[in-house]
């Protein structure tokens, strides 16, 4: 036995070395003529754009450029080539003849803009802009559009069209596109002022003479470090204010010799309708620069991340957008405050106005009024994954999807502690799953996850979504998995922390009495399929007074705990007087009432309750 085991290991370590020869060797023999080792017999990027006639030119100016060695590297990239005729046009265009006459600056300025750190198929496109930015740090934009036979592409930048899509290369996929992608030119201010007067006529003007970024005003924001978003109000929407604004009197503003008098007519008609609004305000100049400023938002904002905002701030103080997704209609300040429904104006999606990049940020359009109001408290379900970094990842809500963070990953939550660890993204895919699993109905299919113990992350802290002015039940919405108990603190800037009285358990499991006792305690069940003893729980924090309408922050205080993860839904801010146990949530985010339907509560169970009341279609 002791000889044949020494055999073993003499053979073992005569094999190790010639291993390692035979490894050496395969490198040296993969080794290209540009240094660089080759572990498989498909094409790197740039080899692809060599071996293709029809973008020789594209070959060439890689080549001139400072990226060669990247696109020859291994990595994750994506490359969208022109062609040898995009090239062509785009050389006349600024007056040169060849390639060879552009310096390597300029070189490295087109294929900076043509190249992304990270493989995007278009499969994983939504129209909009792509979800991640190229090397020179802007976003490319992209459209789904047919043709009159019918023939569906993608046109890019509203500058040129995807040829051929989807080219797998080592390194990354190709995209061959009939055109030279370049910046937009115009500055926010200059977008404006080139939409069309039979549009936006009355918006162009308000924004052009009483908005804080009018011409005399607007260096600040000229520079490329600093983003905004503009929502751009049809004239249409200006009729039927209630205020005498009529289909003429906008018509006339198209009419040179009676614009500037139908404009100053429209502004002092706005001006009666802005003095109810906000009866406080004496000053037409505040009236109307507030109004104007209302349609700015101080950050970039494509249709694909206003689909996951919830609300956003505007440029006027302690002003808030809301934003919420009808179907596919994306609507702005849409409330529902108790019995009373604020419908919202539409943004419309499929506009050659909407997602209109400026250098310095995005134009949309909407098709109705938005004002500042003096508005109720409305209530507010929370997804605590909706983090602009987690919304803007190609794999957002994808099922199957783990992402790690860091601290300074995501802008809206810090945390800390003795031994820092980082919070994950989890999702399972709401989409897919038509299990009625009582123990996994996160919203949405998603959560995050992170420890939370005295001896690890000890502290978190949450920038909130926007709370109008008033005061709400706090309803922390979670999985019951580790043991942790903790306090919660509500901040508002320049006011006294407010601590929230009720501290409890993660590892807790919902009681066994009714509803209505387990609500009088503090419990509830939020999912609208969580089942009457599940482990999809939501307890009371305690009451907060708002005082201002804002974005607050929400600070999570360990005090006891495990190091394992605890898994975190959402959080809900209920006005007191209001229901707290109605509506639940479905897993797609539906707000779902006591009379809602069972076949309209996904997931669907493919079968109608005893006490099923309505019309369904199976």
């Known amino acids: 036995m002791t000889t044949l085991r020494f055999n073993r290991i003499k053979r073992f370590f005569f094999f190790v ?3 390692i020869l035979l490894v050496l060797t395969s490198c040296v023999e993969t080794m290209d003529k540009n240094g660089t080792y080759r572990v498989s017999d498909g094409l790197l990027i740039d080899e692809y754009v060599q071996n293709n006639p029809q973008l020789s030119t594209c070959y060439e100016l890689i080549q001139q450029s400072s990226f060669a060695g990247m696109l020859h590297g291994y990595g994750s990239y994506t490359f969208f080539a022109p062609t040898n005729e995009a090239f062509t046009n785009y050389l006349t265009s600024i007056g040169k003849t060849d390639i060879t006459e552009l310096t390597k600056a300029q070189a490295d300025s087109i294929i900076r803009y043509h190249v992304i750190r990270d493989s ?36 890019m930048n509203r500058q040129g069209n995807i040829l051929t899509a ?20 115009n500055d926010m201010m200059q977008g404006i002022a080139n939409l069309p007067d039979s549009l936006f006529s009355i918006s162009k003007y308000l924004a052009l003479h009483y908005s804080r970024f009018s011409p005399d005003s607007m260096a600040a924001a000229k520079q490329d470090s600093l983003w905004f978003t503009f929502l751009a109000q049809d004239n249409q929407s200006y009729v039927g204010l209630g205020v005498g604004i009529t289909q003429s009197l906008v018509n006339g503003t198209l009419n040179p010799d009676t614009k500037a008098l139908s404009l100053d007519t429209i502004k002092n008609k706005l001006l009666v309708r802005l003095r109810k609004n906000q009866p406080d305000e004496k000053s037409d100049l505040m009236l109307l620069s507030q109004f104007a400023d209302y349609h700015f938002i101080p950050s970039l904002k494509y249709i694909g991340d206003l689909l996951y905002a919830s609300a956003l701030e505007s440029t006027v103080k302690n002003q808030s957008l809301s934003f919420k997704l009808n179907g596919l209609t994306l609507l702005v300040n849409y409330y529902e405050i108790g019995s009373t429904i604020e419908p919202g104006v539409e943004l419309n999606r499929n506009s050659d106005f909407s997602d209109l990049a400026c250098s310095n940020g995005v134009i949309q359009h909407i098709g109705g009024p938005i004002e500042i109001k003096s508005r109720s408290a409305y209530r507010v379900y929370w997804d605590m994954a909706t983090q602009p970094e987690i919304i803007a990842s190609k794999d957002f809500r994808k099922a199957g999807i783990s992402i790690s963070y860091a601290p300074a990953d995501l802008s809206e939550v810090e945390w800390g502690g003795p031994a820092i660890n980082n919070v994950t993204y989890y999702s399972g895919g709401a989409q897919l799953s038509t299990s009625l699993d009582t123990k996994n109905q996160y919203i949405y299919g998603d ?10 992350n000890s502290w978190f802290e949450w920038k909130l979504p926007l709370l109008v002015a008033g005061k709400y039940k706090v309803w922390v919405c ?7 108990t903790f306090r919660a603190i509500f ?68 005090l006891t705990g495990r190091s394992g993860e605890s898994s975190w839904d959402m959080i809900q801010f209920i006005p007191v007087d209001e229901d707290q146990l109605w509506p639940r949530v479905d897993m797609r985010g539906k707000w779902v009432y006591p009379d809602t339907p069972d076949c309209e509560i996904w997931p669907y169970t493919y079968k109608v309750s005893s006490n099923f009341q309505g019309n369904c279609v199976w």
């Open 120 to 155: 995007i198929k278009t499969t994983e496109f939504e129209d909009g802009r792509l979800p991640s930015p190229t090397v020179a740090g802007k976003y490319l934009t992209n459209k789904t559009l047919s043709d009159d036979a019918g023939n569906v592409y993608i046109r």
């Open 17 to 19: 070395p010639a291993l």
């Open 166 to 185: 989807n080219f797998s290369c080592d390194n990354g996929i190709v995209h061959v596109v009939d055109a030279i992608l370049t910046p937009p030119q």
């Open 491 to 558: 901040r508002q800037e320049g006011r006294d922390d407010q601590v929230l009285p009720y501290v409890f358990n993660l590892a807790d499991y919902y009681p066994g009495g009714t509803v209505e006792e387990n609500l009088a305690n503090g419990w509830k069940i939020y999912p609208a399929k969580g089942g009457t003893g599940g482990v999809m729980n939501s307890r009371v924090l305690g009451t907060i007074v708002v005082e201002s309408t804002g974005r607050h922050t929400f600070r999570f205080e360990d």
């Open 447 to 456: 959560m995050m996850r992170f420890r939370f113990s005295p001896t690890i």
């Open 478 to 484: 979670w999985r019951r998995e580790q043991t942790t």
